[in-house]
């Protein structure tokens, strides 16, 4: 069993930088890979990004790449999600999900464990 808890959402205007970041409960924080989806309101959960449990392989949607970072500290089972030039598309509240799997990618199905998710708000 995995809780996730999101933190560093918030307001920011657009062009900004927020790092939300992802708490993991466990002891196998590290055998699980990781991902960030987004759900904006009317609008079906998106994917945002994803990490391979070693950290060795990540990916993006395209609408985030080159913006938006996803790391992971497994000595701290933290996985991080740095958003730099920040637009008001990007508004959303963000979930953190974990998959017993090396790496899921963009695949919900494939993740077990979900956050309770963070508010993100880019003001234009």
């Known amino acids: 069993q995995v809780q996730l808890v999101e933190s560093g959402g918030g307001l920011v205007q657009t062009g900004g930088s927020l790092r939300l970041s992802c708490a993991a409960s466990?002891?196998?924080?590290?055998?699980?890979?990781m991902g960030w989806f987004r759900q904006a309101p009317g609008k079906e959960r998106a994917f945002v990004a994803a990490?391979?449990?070693?950290?060795?392989?990540?990916g993006y949607a395209d609408s985030v790449k080159g913006r938006f970072t996803i790391s992971r500290d497994n000595a701290k089972n933290t996985v991080y999600l740095q958003m730099n030039t920040l637009k008001p598309e990007d508004t959303a509240v963000y979930y953190c999900?974990?998959?017993?799997?090396?790496?899921?990618?963009?695949?919900?199905?494939?993740?077990?464990?979900w956050g309770q998710g963070t508010q993100v708000t880019v003001s234009s």
């Open positions: 466990g002891r196998t924080f590290s055998s699980y890979a």
């Open positions: 999900a974990a998959s017993p799997r090396v790496y899921s990618g963009s695949d919900s199905d494939k993740y077990a464990y």
């Open positions: 990490i391979s449990w070693s950290g060795g392989r990540t």
